[in-house]
């Protein structure tokens, strides 16, 4: 190593040494603390995760600066998305869809993108050699069934309806049925949006769970809420009241292909310990991806 | 739950601002952070709250309180004040054009519920006497079509459409082209729902509008919606300018702070609101509800508007300089006892005070019926004795019981209460001349 070079290294040590330094300082003293946790804070309230949750996660990590933990202001930033990341992540695999049937519910409030996300589910599946047949349990919103039929003829799996107005509970146990016989891989159930205020719609809804678990004893159910990522803090009270009912097991977090951040899945997760299981990202048939946490986290501070 | 510590904490800080007779910037710093609080927990954006704030504490800091408030209160009554202004006056109303028909476009994001939100609104335009016509532009989404025409065949509405193989701009043509003919004074135009950075579908929005000139274009906005409104609001407001919004599903338990980043940050009206799956479920939109509904403190706003609506200030003010001088007579008594009734049941207006509950009322237990025979008894008293009840003698109070229907024991209660109150009011007056806090002016004696 020549002399410049060297120096140059010597030199840049010092230098690192140096803003590390003048940072831990500023730290302890608060100043990049301060407004760091402030742009921190507001990165996570414009991406809908919600107050009380962002006090929670923003109060931890001051917590862990006070005590020394974090040293570099730089390291704050980062050390949060590690955080998110591990609170956004599962330990199992996915879905347990093992038994023949197995059975996914789709429940949701009204317009959220659940008779479309169960169109590219079908496909997802269909694509990984599952047999699967689809259940217009939405019998009450005008064309409901019409509109499940077109996504069951674009991806060409079987459907299984009733006349509209007609009761939800019973579309179901002839699909159940219709399943069975036909050894079908996975049965998915659409159901009417609901907001989860109204009392008899989530009765109507536990009827429904009540048939499924009734009629397939033993079978690997996933009940799936269908959040819409432009809803804000009321996607928690719908995943609360929603689990009550039917026994939420995923999210599918849809219209990530819009402006908003869908940050609230944050606050579900952290109260309710609901995991995300997909995402939905446009209209169209492969619009739909598993979640990765990651690149989740990575999107809500881009 | 957040929101339940929001509103304890609140009424914890009502509690300890007092006393003051200007609201300080202390008082106005501790509030706003709750007022902050509230506001982003029922899903107002961040930059729509701190632009309200800001504002709201410049008119707040140096104000005089209200003689029946706390300053915390009187904070609380100026941000109710400046959300309801915000929120803009009711005009749940429709610009019809003078030469029909008149045409509205419903415009907004998938699932927002534009489709329902057409249906019910051409279910209300009837009901006024006009003749509608809903038009199907939506051709993308699977069995949107169809789902316009079911709700037109339950509404007996004519539905207008050409399959979904025809271009909407050329749909809503014809559309307008067939009102002409066939008699319809009003157009409904209902779209697709598409995303705000849709630039294609944006331009097809534009195109239809530039082509049929709306009278009325709709935006449809979920009220459960978050931080993400303001983009989607301002984005179509650019695009089209929009004329108003229909607020959906109000009758889900949000906040529905959305629906002030949307006013806020377009500066349109908020014409309807959608509060059920039923085509009836259509209402004119209020913004004084809506605003108590965003802050989430309705009781507390209830009880200030009560003390103030009753509350005669100058008389307030007679009444200190009269307890100040020692002058307080039965008169004075009579009247604050009058403004109390008129207040509505003191239990209520009790109940509705911050850090109230249900175990401290009972324990109150405010006897109505016993401040009924007080009134009574001075009503009975001559005007020289209720000035001067010094000389209110034996004959005297047999007289007033009498009088007021009511027993001696009773008129001797009455005096003795009106005594200790004078002596109570000595000792607050005292208090204030030495200026010691926890005195500023006379409140109801509860
Ligand atoms: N951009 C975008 N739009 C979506 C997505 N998922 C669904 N949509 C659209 O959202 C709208 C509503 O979707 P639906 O599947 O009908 O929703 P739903 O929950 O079944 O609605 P109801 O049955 O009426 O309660 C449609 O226009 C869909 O095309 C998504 O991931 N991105
Ligand atoms: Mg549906």
Redesign the interface.
């Known amino acids: 190593m020549g002399f410049f070079e060297k120096l140059k290294n010597g030199l840049a040590k010092t230098r690192k040494g140096i803003t590390e330094k003048i940072e831990q300082v500023l730290v302890s003293f608060g100043k990049i603390d301060d407004e760091l946790f402030d742009e921190l804070e507001?990165i996570l309230?414009?991406?809908?995760v919600?107050?009380?949750t962002t006090m929670k996660i923003t109060d931890n990590l001051r917590k862990k600066v006070r005590e020394g933990k974090i040293t570099n202001a730089s390291e704050i930033k980062n050390l949060l998305k590690e955080e998110l990341t591990r609170l956004m992540e599962t330990e199992d695999s996915g879905l347990k869809l093992d038994t023949v049937p197995s059975v996914i519910l789709i429940v949701g409030?009204?317009?959220?993108?659940k008779t479309t996300s169960i169109g590219k589910l079908a496909n997802y599946y269909k694509n990984m050699g599952k047999k699967v047949i689809l259940a217009a349990g939405d019998t009450f919103?005008?064309?409901?069934i019409?509109?499940l039929?077109?996504?069951a003829n674009r991806v060409g799996v079987e459907m299984i309806s009733h006349s509209?107005g007609s009761d939800p509970a019973a579309v179901i146990f002839d699909a159940v049925q219709a399943a069975k016989a036909r050894r079908a891989n996975l049965l998915i159930c659409d159901t009417a949006g609901r907001?989860?205020?109204k009392k008899n719609l989530m009765e109507e809804l536990k009827k429904i769970y009540r048939v499924i678990e009734k009629e397939l004893p033993g079978a690997d159910v996933e009940t799936l809420l269908v959040l819409?990522a432009?809803?804000?803090?009321?996607?928690v009270?719908q995943a609360r009241t929603f689990s009550e009912s039917t026994n939420v097991s995923g999210i599918i977090l849809t219209?990530l292909?819009?402006?908003?951040?869908g940050g609230?899945v944050i606050a579900v997760k952290s109260e309710l310990d609901i995991p995300v299981r997909f995402i939905g990202i446009g209209?169209s048939i492969d619009d739909l991806q598993p979640f990765d946490p990651r690149e989740f986290i990575e999107a809500l501070f881009s | 739950m957040v929101f339940e510590g929001l509103s304890s904490k609140l009424q914890e800080t009502l509690k300890k601002i007092r006393g003051a007779g200007r609201v300080t910037e202390k008082d106005v710093k501790e509030m706003m952070r709750e007022v902050r609080l509230a506001l982003l927990e029922a899903d107002v954006n961040f930059k729509v709250v701190k632009d309200f704030i800001n504002r709201v504490s410049e008119r707040c800091v140096g104000q005089e309180v209200l003689e029946s408030l706390t300053p915390g209160q009187q904070v609380i009554k100026i941000v109710n004040e400046e959300l309801i202004e915000l929120m803009g006056g009711t005009q749940s109303r429709i610009n019809f054009s003078p030469r029909p028909p008149t045409i509205i476009m419903m415009v907004g994001l998938q699932g927002s519920g534009k489709t329902t939100a057409s249906g019910k609104l051409a279910n209300l335009l009837r009901k006024q006497g006009k003749r509608p016509l809903l038009v199907a532009c939506d051709v993308y989404r699977p069995a949107a079509i169809k789902q316009l025409e079911v709700l037109g065949s339950q509404l007996n509405v004519p539905v207008f459409s050409m399959g979904d193989k025809i271009s909407p701009v050329d749909i809503a043509k014809a559309a307008i082209e067939h009102a002409g003919t066939g008699g319809f004074d009003t157009v409904i135009i209902d779209t697709a729902g598409r995303l705000h950075i849709d630039e294609e579908l944006m331009d097809e929005l534009y195109n239809i509008k530039n082509a049929v000139k709306p009278h009325e274009i709709l935006l449809v906005v979920d009220a459960m919606t978050g931080q993400d409104a303001v983009n989607v609001a301002e984005s179509f407001n650019e695009k089209l300018g929009i004329d108003g919004i229909v607020l959906t599903k109000l009758d889900s338990d949000t906040r529905g702070g959305a629906a002030l980043s949307v006013r806020a940050i377009t500066g349109k009206p908020i014409k309807f609101a959608g509060t059920g799956e039923k085509l009836n479920d259509l209402e004119p939109f209020f913004p004084d509800r809506m605003a108590s509904r965003i802050l989430g403190m309705g009781d507390v706003l209830s009880l200030i508007e009560k003390a103030q609506e009753s509350f005669d200030e100058k008389k307030a003010l007679e009444l200190e300089r009269k307890m100040r001088s020692q002058q307080f007579n039965f008169n004075d008594y009579l009247e604050q006892l009058e403004q109390l009734k008129s207040m509505g049941p003191l239990d209520k207006i009790l109940g509705m005070l911050p850090g109230m509950n249900d175990k401290m009322l009972k324990s109150i237990s405010v006897d109505e019926k016993k401040l009924a025979r007080t009134e009574a008894i001075i009503k009975s008293m001559t005007k020289k004795e209720r000035l001067d009840p010094s000389i209110i003698n034996a004959s005297r109070r047999r007289r007033i019981a009498a009088g007021s229907g009511t027993s001696i024991q009773e008129v001797n209660r009455v005096l003795r209460d009106f005594e200790e109150m004078k002596k109570m009011m000595k000792m607050f007056s005292d208090m204030g001349k030495r200026g010691k806090k926890g005195f500023g002016r006379f409140r109801m004696p509860f």
Not at chain 1, 45 to 48: K, Y
Not at chain 1, 109 to 113: A, H
Not at chain 1, 141 to 144: L, Y
């Open positions: 507001e309230i414009a991406a809908d919600g107050i009380g409030v009204n317009g959220v993108g919103r005008a064309a409901a019409d509109q039929r077109i996504w509209e907001l989860h205020t819409d432009t809803t804000g803090q009321n996607a009270a219209k292909d819009g402006t908003a951040k609230i209209e």
